[in-house]
């Protein structure tokens, strides 16, 4: 399981057991600091991992959790958020960039989360019209 920058460690700064919860009951934890064999780690299997854990390595299967910073309006039109990105990003330089470039760099995280699945690719979006919009490209 991916995610993009949008979930606070909640654990690693010692605010909750879990830096993950989605509305259906799901809640996970952010990948294990400093674990160079994340995504081998049987211990991590119920981890999320970040870009940086996951950017150049590949997955039989992947989940992706897409986030509040990518969403889908009515209208059609795709809304990137760069306000959605949690305040413990100090990595990715997004909260503080100008728009296009938030919207570029957001787009690339989840562009290299979705390819890392070789046989397959799960997605969750946190959006549900985003979700809609995601099946129904996934059916042509």
């Given at each position: 399981?991916?995610?993009?920058?949008?979930?606070?460690?909640?654990?690693?700064?010692?605010?909750?057991?879990?830096?993950?919860?989605?509305?259906?009951?799901?809640?996970?934890?952010?990948?294990?600091?400093?674990?160079?064999?994340?995504?081998?780690?049987?211990?991590?299997?119920?981890?999320?991992?970040?870009?940086?854990?996951?950017?150049?390595?590949?997955?039989?299967?992947?989940?992706?959790?897409?986030?509040?910073?990518?969403?889908?309006?009515?209208?059609?039109?795709?809304?990137?958020?760069?306000?959605?990105?949690?305040?413990?990003?100090?990595?990715?330089?997004?909260?503080?960039?100008?728009?296009?470039?938030?919207?570029?760099?957001?787009?690339?995280?989840?562009?290299?989360?979705?390819?890392?699945?070789?046989?397959?690719?799960?997605?969750?979006?946190?959006?549900?019209?985003m979700s809609k919009y995601v099946n129904e490209l996934l059916?042509?």
């Amino acid at each position: 399981m991916v995610a993009g920058y949008c979930y606070d460690w909640d654990v690693k700064n010692h605010r909750g057991d879990y830096d993950i919860y989605l509305k259906n009951g799901f809640k996970a934890k952010w990948n294990l600091e400093n674990d160079k064999i994340w995504a081998i780690n049987p211990s991590s299997f119920e981890e999320v991992g970040c870009i940086h854990t996951a950017q150049g390595l590949e997955f039989d299967y992947v989940g992706v959790f897409i986030g509040k910073d990518l969403r889908y309006d009515d209208s059609g039109k795709i809304i990137i958020d760069k306000n959605m990105i949690s305040k413990d990003d100090k990595t990715s330089g997004i909260r503080s960039c100008g728009e296009a470039l938030a919207s570029q760099l957001i787009k690339n995280t989840y562009k290299t989360l979705l390819t890392r699945g070789q046989k397959g690719c799960y997605i969750y979006c946190e959006d549900e019209h985003m979700s809609k919009y995601v099946n129904e490209l996934l059916k042509t």
